[in-house]
C-alpha cells in the first residue's frame, strides 16, 4: 500500500481550496501539514485555523506534523480542528508513551517523527504503540531540501523494527521526495511519501500528482 501526502508548506495560501482540489484530481491519499513555530525549527508556518479550513475544503485524511515545542498543549486543538493523523517528535517529547496515548484517547491516530540523526532504533520501545513513525529525509524546517542518502538504509531498519515487533504502524518519509526518490524509498520499504515542492511548485499540480503516485504504484 503506498500513500502519498502532498504538503501544503509549499502550496499557494490564496488558493488553498482549489490547491487541494489539484491534488485530489492527481490522486493523493492525505493532505500533511507542517505545523513549525519558530523555536523546535528556524521557521514558522500554521496552527489549527488553517487545519480547520483545510478540513472544510477535503474529505482526506489530514496528516499533521508538530514541528513545535511542547506539542502536548495543543494536541486536542490540533484534533478538534479535523487533524486524523498527528505525530509529535522524538527529540522533543520527554514523556512519548503517555503523548501518544493522549492523542489516541482524543480520537486520532498517532505518529512518532524522528530527525535525520535520531537512529531508528530509538523507537523501539514505542513503536508498537503508535500508528505511525516519520522518518525526516531532510532536516525539518523548510521545503525544497535535498534527499538525504543515508534514508533508505533507515527505512530498511524501519521495516526490520516493524517484522521483528510484529507491528502494524505505517512507515512514512518526509523531505526531498519526488518521483526518483519516492521510487527508491517504497523499493526500501516506506508506504506513506509526503512532497510537497515537487507537486506545489511546478506548472502542472496534477500532473505532478500522478506522476509521483505512478512512481510508487509498481
Ligand atoms: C519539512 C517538512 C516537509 C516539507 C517537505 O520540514 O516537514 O513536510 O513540506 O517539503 P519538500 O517536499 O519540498 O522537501
Ligand atoms: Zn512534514
Redesign the pocket.
Known sequence: MAILAP?I??ADFMNISQQIRLVEIGGADWI?C?V?DGHF?P?ITFGPVVVQAVRKTTKLPIDV?L?IEKPDLYLEDFINAGANYVSVHFEEVVHLNRTVNRIKELGAKAGVVINPATPVKALGDIAEYVDLILI??????????K?ISNSLRRIKEAVGLKEKLNADFLIEI?????AETAKLAFDAGAEVF??????F?TDNISAATVEIKNSISQ
Open positions: 504538503s508548506l509549499s500533511h507542517d513549525m525549527v521557521n506534523h514541528m525526516m529525509t531532510v532536516n525539518p524546517g523548510f521545503g525544497g531540501q534527499f518526509d523531505g526531498g521526495v519526488n509526503v512532497a510537497g515542492s515537487s507537486i511548485k
